[in-house]
């Protein structure tokens, strides 16, 4: 099983949809969690770190869910800059493991 | 403050010769790390340095693989001989100890686009 597993996609949308991508993970001592974005052909970039008590920013939603070992990223009110590969992130000890990306297209 | 740097941003070069890539972490990281990222592989760790040691190598594909941090700001990680599948899009970041009021969240550099004819 791999440490990090991540639905590749690609998740075809349309403007103002809601989407939501889910990550799980195998190993219960992960200490921190996050989604990163990779547009493409650039360098991956920190999109928002994932807490239990979920954690919002703007229209973008992340969860954590310890007991199932999964973790969660809701996107609402879709847009066509929204539209890249999304990392799904655990790190223990400071040192991260990476899902391979989900990828999303938005469409006008 | 200028982020990660890498160098060169694109390469290409014939199987057998040398490949040296090139970085600069962000002033006062005291982690570097290396990544190679492939469509089929997707972003897989290498290396990573600690205070400029190397701390776990179990990432590098194999001998011909190296990588040194002779100092603070600069790493380099070097190919030789490259071969074919080494061609890939190389990444830097670093980030700075949480223990010590830092985050463990990457920074990256732009990457070395490796194409090894």
């Known amino acids: 099983r791999k440490e990090v597993e991540q639905d590749p996609g690609p998740f075809n949308v349309p403007e103002g949809a809601t989407v939501a991508f889910n990550c799980t993970y195998s190993n219960s001592a992960s200490q921190s969690f996050f989604w990163y974005r990779q547009d493409c052909r650039k360098e991956p970039k920190l999109l928002m770190s994932v807490y239990s008590s979920g954690n919002e920013d703007g229209r973008f939603t992340a969860q954590l869910n310890r007991a199932s070992q999964y973790i969660s990223l809701l996107i609402r009110d879709s847009k066509l800059s929204d539209s890249a590969t999304y990392l799904c992130v655990v790190s223990r000890s400071y040192i991260p493991t990476f899902g391979r990306g989900t990828s999303l297209i938005v469409h006008p | 403050d200028a982020g990660v740097i890498q160098s060169p941003r694109h390469e290409v070069t014939e199987m057998g010769q040398e490949v040296t890539l090139r970085c600069k972490p962000i002033?006062?990281?005291?982690?570097l790390f290396w990544y190679r990222q492939t469509m089929m592989r997707g972003l897989e760790l290498l290396i990573y340095f600690n205070n400029n040691v190397p701390i776990d190598d179990s990432g590098m594909p194999e001998d011909r693989f190296s990588a040194k941090m002779p100092n603070a700001s600069f790493s380099t990680l070097k190919i030789q001989p490259s071969e074919p599948r080494d061609s890939a899009v190389y990444f830097c970041a670093s980030s700075y100890n949480p223990g010590q009021g830092g985050s463990d969240t990457q920074y990256f550099g732009p990457g070395t686009r490796l194409t090894v004819l």
């Open positions: 002033s006062g990281h005291d982690y």
